[in-house]
C-alpha cells in the first residue's frame, strides 16, 4: 500500500506504539486522525508532527462508547476525507489472577480489546468495500496465539481479535480491501507495570522499543501483509503452541509458578 496521501485513523494514538506509529506514518505524507482519551497528549503529539506538514486532527474519546466511535468516524471522514486505513491499536491489559477478576474488569477489557476494534471496522468497511480500497490493521498480541498463566482474558481478546481478523479478510478476498493483523511481543510502554519490568529476566519476557514495533507495523502496512508476529522465539512458540499445546503446558510450567506468585503478593 502507498502511503503517501492516504487518510488514516490510529486509535490509542497517545500510548507508547500508537505514538510511534503516528510519527512514522506522519513521514510518509499520511493524514491521520489521532484518537484516544488524554486530550493533553493528544494535543502534544500534534504540535509535534507539525514539521511534517500533514493534515491531522485530534479526536478525543472512550472507544468502548458508541457515541465516541461514530463521532470519530464522522469527524476523520468530515475533516480528512473517506478513511484508507484504520488502524485499531487502542487497547488495555489485565494481568492477575482470573480469580481476582470482577465483572466489570473483565467486561470493559473486552470491550476495549475487541468490541470496540469490531465495531470501528464495522464504521469503515462498507466505505472502503464500495471505494475497492483500504486496509483494517488490527494489533493484537504473542499472546492470542499463546494463552499464558496471568493473563487470561487479555490472551481471549487478543485470541479473538486475531479470529476476527482472520474471517473477515478471507471474507473480503477480491474486494480490494485488505486485513493485517499485528503481534508484538512484550514492548516497553506504559500498558506493562514496572513490577513486572523488574521481574521479566526471571520469567524470560523479552520487550522491544516501541519505535522498532511500528517501523515493523508501519512495513506490514506497505507490503500489504495479512499477518506479522514479531520478536523470535516467540512466533516460533506461537506455532509450537497452535500444533502441541502439551509441551507448551510443560514448556512454561516454570514461569507460570513464577506468575503466580507474583501475583499472589501483589
Ligand atoms: N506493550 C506491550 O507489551 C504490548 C505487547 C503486545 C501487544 N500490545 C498491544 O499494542 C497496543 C498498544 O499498546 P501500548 O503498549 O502502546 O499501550 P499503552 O501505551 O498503554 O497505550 C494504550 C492506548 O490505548 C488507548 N486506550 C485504552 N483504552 C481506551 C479506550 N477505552 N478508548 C480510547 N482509547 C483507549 C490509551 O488511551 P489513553 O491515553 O486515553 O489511556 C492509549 O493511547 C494494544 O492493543 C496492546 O494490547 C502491547
Redesign the pocket.
Known amino acids: 500500500m502507498e502511503l503517501n496521501n492516504k487518510v488514516a485513523i490510529v486509535?490509542?494514538?497517545?500510548?507508547?506504539?500508537?505514538r510511534e506509529i503516528v510519527v512514522q506514518l506522519a513521514q510518509r505524507g499520511v493524514s491521520i486522525a489521532l484518537?484516544?482519551?488524554?486530550r493533553e497528549?493528544l494535543s502534544n503529539l500534534q504540535a509535534e508532527l507539525e514539521p511534517y506538514g500533514n493534515k491531522t486532527i485530534i479526536v478525543v474519546?472512550?472507544?468502548?462508547k458508541e457515541e465516541a466511535r461514530q463521532a470519530l468516524v464522522r469527524q476523520a471522514e468530515k475533516i480528512l476525507g473517506p478513511v484508507e486505513l484504520l488502524i485499531n491499536?487502542?487497547?488495555?491489559?489485565q494481568m492477575a489472577l482470573f480469580q481476582d477478576m470482577t465483572e466489570d474488569s473483565i467486561d470493559e477489557l473486552f470491550q476495549?480489546?475487541l468490541l470496540?476494534p469490531i465495531q470501528l471496522a464495522r464504521l469503515i468497511i462498507p466505505t472502503m468495500v464500495e471505494r475497492r480500497a483500504g486496509r483494517l490493521v488490527n494489533?493484537?498480541?504473542?499472546f492470542g496465539s499463546l494463552g499464558f498463566a496471568g493473563y487470561t482474558t487479555y490472551s481471549a481478546s487478543k485470541f479473538a481479535l486475531k479470529g476476527f481478523s482472520e474471517a473477515l479478510r478471507r471474507e473480503l478476498t477480491g474486494s480490494g480491501v485488505g486485513v493485517t493483523y499485528i503481534a508484538?511481543?512484550?514492548?516497553k510502554?506504559?500498558?506493562?507495570s514496572d513490577a513486572l519490568y523488574n521481574i521479566s529476566k526471571k520469567l524470560g519476557f523479552n520487550?522491544d522499543a516501541?519505535e522498532e514495533v511500528a517501523e515493523q507495523i508501519v512495513k506490514a502496512i506497505e507490503e500489504e501483509k495479512n499477518e506479522l508476529f514479531i520478536g523470535f522465539p516467540e512466533k516460533l512458540f506461537a506455532r509450537i503452541n497452535g500444533l502441541f499445546p502439551g509441551l507448551v503446558d510443560s514448556g512454561t510450567a516454570k514461569q507460570t509458578e513464577l506468575i503466580k506468585e507474583f501475583l499472589t503478593k501483589k
Open positions: 486509535t490509542g494514538a497517545s500510548g507508547g506504539i500508537g484518537a484516544g482519551r488524554n497528549r474519546g472512550d472507544l468502548t491499536n487502542a487497547g488495555g491489559q476495549t480489546n470496540a494489533i493484537g498480541s504473542a508484538p511481543r512484550g514492548t510502554t506504559a500498558l506493562n520487550f516501541p
